[in-house]
Nanobody, 115 residues
């Protein structure tokens, strides 16, 4: 089994920044893609950003230039630096990790962008 522990969500004003972290533990041999998804009320869960073990990244168009995904392979941790936050970024953010062919989800962390 794989355990994912997320942290870093909260309330921030428009234009502000937050950094999310997700640490993986357990049966994580073979971990490859790590990423972040989000789900706003009444909307489907969507990919925000993902990063491979080799460092290749992929971003949703809506966050390009504002969000940066990174990972520390030694710590099995993935980060999401979110800058220039907008009210439409408000959602529950979920960490997602692929270990060989199995995907695992974190419990989610709330991000609210509001003045």
């Amino acid at each position: 089994q794989v355990q994912l522990v997320e942290s870093g969500g909260g309330l921030v004003q428009p234009g502000g920044s937050l950094r999310l972290s997700c640490a993986a533990s357990g049966s994580i041999f073979g971990i490859n893609v790590m990423g972040w998804y989000r789900q706003a009320p009444g909307k489907q869960r969507e990919l925000v950003a993902a990063i491979t073990s080799g460092g290749s990244t992929n971003y949703a168009d809506s966050v390009k230039g504002r969000f940066t995904i990174s990972r520390d392979n030694a710590k099995n941790t993935v980060y999401l630096q979110m800058n220039s936050l907008k009210p439409e970024d408000t959602a529950v953010y979920y960490c997602n990790v692929r270990v060989i062919l199995t995907y695992y989800w974190g419990q989610g962390t709330q991000v609210t962008v509001s003045s």
